[in-house]
């Protein structure tokens, strides 16, 4: 269903029952977050066999069209699709583009507004960067402000965000050191987290957002990053 757009009523009956009980039952298991659980297990099962490369985490956001109308939360008008109403889903992920967590935001937010409110919903069992492990957080233009680098190094990570106006370098009234500006430089690690958005998006039920409630979108997006893990491990 989440990866072929089946509705309820086109499940097939002798095999998985009647449409109205599976979405009941879809719906009692998001109220008791069975699908976060899920995909917070795995995750952690990942973590502590030493198979998330935490050395480097990406962060970066995508525009989801919303079509048949929801319920409000998380929606603003989108840019690429007209003025339409639209969701922005915020990701994070490991080195080799393995999604730790997602928040969700209305598209017209700017990317940099969604950095402090995304970390916040990283697992526990993550640990922070120390001097012996440090980890560099890897973004693209849209995250260039000194709000989000400040915000980044109080947790005690290094930003590597490209700046975006090259002359805004030496013009700038932020002092930057060397290191500061090797850090401005595009890392190629960053392209697994775009590789990661074409696998959800490869699931036509998260591709366009048909679920009314935030809630369910939530734990369809749950269960299809549980997948993306399984088989980013096993890759």
Known sequence: MVVNNTSWNEMNKTIYG???????HFKKFTKLEVFKELNTRILKEQFQNNKLDLSKICIDSSNIKNRLGSDKKCLGRCYNDRGRLG?????LSDKRGVPLCFTFFPCNINDFLTV????KNLPEFIPEPSRKKPSYVLADKGYDSKRIRDFLKSKKYIPKIPIINKKRKMTTKIKRTRHELSLSVHDKDRN????????????????MRYEKKLENYGSLCSLACSIIILKRIKS
């Open 18 to 24: 009647n449409g109205k009980t599976l979405y009941y």
């Open 87 to 91: 969701t922005k889903i915020s990701l």
């Open 116 to 119: 402090e409110e995304t970390f």
């Open 192 to 207: 697994n987290i775009e590789m990661t958005f074409g696998l959800i998006k490869n699931f036509k039920r998260i591709i």
